[in-house]
């Protein structure tokens, strides 16, 4: 019975929170397991002070119902998701040196539910830390061992052409080959269709000496004056010499 009401409880594992209450901070972990649904409360300060509180199936199910169903059992187990998770948390019958408090969760709904909360002995508190830094740890390897994820800025740079702002390079890692900047499609359009025109010009072009020639039609006709190509040349008869023997 147990397993069957706690396999719906799977959204409230791994959940940790901080509340401020006063001039105090606490945080909270929430941890399911086969048996119970659990919260570890730990007081920061020079005492490091640890509590633990839990629900059984039972104890849920006194506040479902008896025979609550999976889509009951789920529901329940969101709306106490979201509450942790927004921080709708606040610790009762505080006072410093006591050694049993009470968790209360959704203080602004009509009905808010509370988890009793015992004390933990040194050895516990110890004990249970420890396993919450094993569980960091490991976490922490699939980042090779850095405690939390490293901001994307250690990174990463943006890089930005000096041409243009509107433009932005890539991310680039310092540590990758630089990524040749990318070809503006317009720009590029504009070039293949400047060499199809060039293209065109060169096919209509003659072959050979490109220089202009006068064509025949423009070529004076025959006979006709070089000073004014319109009028007829003059003939001119040779002039003859009387030769002395006469």
Not at 211 to 216: L, N, R
Request: charged share 20%; hydrophobic share 35%; proline share 7%.
């Amino acid at each position: 019975m147990s397993t069957d009401v706690l396999s719906h409880f799977g959204v409230l594992d791994e959940l940790i929170q901080v509340i401020y209450q006063g001039l105090d901070r606490f945080v909270a972990l929430s941890q399911v397991t086969e048996s119970a649904w659990s919260i570890y409360l730990g007081l920061k300060g020079p005492e490091g002070r640890w509590w633990r509180g839990s629900w059984s199936a039972t104890h849920i199910l006194n506040i479902t119902g008896v025979q609550s169903g999976p889509q009951v059992l789920e529901n329940f187990a969101e709306k106490l998701r979201t509450t942790f998770v927004n921080g709708d948390l606040t610790i009762g019958e505080w006072t410093e040196g006591e050694s049993d408090i009470n968790l209360t969760f959704g203080l602004t709904a009509k009905h808010p539910l509370h988890m009793a909360l015992k004390s933990l002995s040194a050895a516990e508190a110890a004990s249970h830390a420890t396993a919450v830094f094993t569980e960091i740890a490991l976490q922490a390897q699939s980042r090779k061992c850095q405690l939390n994820p490293p901001f994307p800025s250690r990174n990463v740079i943006t890089v930005i052409p000096e041409s243009s702002h509107a433009n932005s390079g890539p991310l680039r890692s310092f540590f990758q080959d630089p990524v040749p900047a990318a070809v503006n499609p317009v720009a590029e359009r504009k070039i293949k269709t400047l060499e199809a025109e060039l293209a065109r010009s060169k096919e209509r072009s003659p072959p050979g000496d490109t220089t202009s020639k006068p064509s025949a039609s423009s070529r004076p006709p025959k006979g006709a004056s070089l000073a004014n190509p319109n009028k007829k040349a003059r003939k001119y008869q040779a002039l003859e010499f009387e030769s002395d023997e006469d």
